[in-house]
């Protein structure tokens, strides 16, 4: 027979303060779901959410590297979507919206340099859709596993 | 410059529908404030929320785990933990709330039994507190990684 166990534990109403959500290009279902998710808390708490986008330099194969055109291009395009987040955001009824561009391994540089700066308490991002074990968002997992505050994978 | 680009998102509410929190008595802090979110969400959204703990068979060596009353009175406490949980959601105002208890590594127990018959669409969990390279909430991670549904890992 169990008994009753007193447990140390009050339950306390916890929101987050400050969001930031990460935007891959690459994976339009979840992302757009993680996108959604975070201007709904965003909105709903009034609170700052950052967006960032990471032009990812290992997906540029060595002679595209080395043409300055082709990573501009490609930095010029990322921008641009970027500007249309925010906006997408604000017209949603998100007050207070940063754009952050970073450039590099996804993963790394957002643990590694844009929560340090930027500092939210939940980062949010996408997780290519249904995962396998053979396929997994290896970006979101990073995040989940480094990340020094609250991660949200959305699937 | 860059130019103005469509993109093809129109920002929508979102809300989950049925939450699953996973208690780990090993993990007090970040266990203690994911369980706090899962209330405030569940309470906020009135939505079903299912409290999960997972006898870790693992945790126990082999002499133990060859004495029937250890693994009995490990259970007992557990599911009087549980109930404790169950109990403390109630009174913070969660009116649906499921206990769900079972036995085995909890990663893999929670991806292959727990979700596919609870159906949440969003798992919570703890994760050990600040994390390293070297110290990681291992069944947080693995559930970030394998879990067919959205999953926060809370720190």
Known sequence: ???KRQLNIEVESMHYQKLLIAIDDDDTISSKRAFNYACTLAKAYQIPLGIVSILETGDLNIYQSLSPNV?????EEIAADLDAYV???KEFGV???TPILNEGNPGHVIVEEVI???QPDLVICGSKTKPSKHLIGTHASYLAKYAPCSVTVVR
Request: glycine share 6%; aromatic share 6%.
């Open 1 to 3: 027979m169990t008994e």
């Open 71 to 75: 990573v501009e291009g490609r930095r």
């Open 87 to 89: 906006q997408k955001a």
């Open 95 to 97: 007050e207070d919206v």
């Open 116 to 118: 340090p700066s930027f």
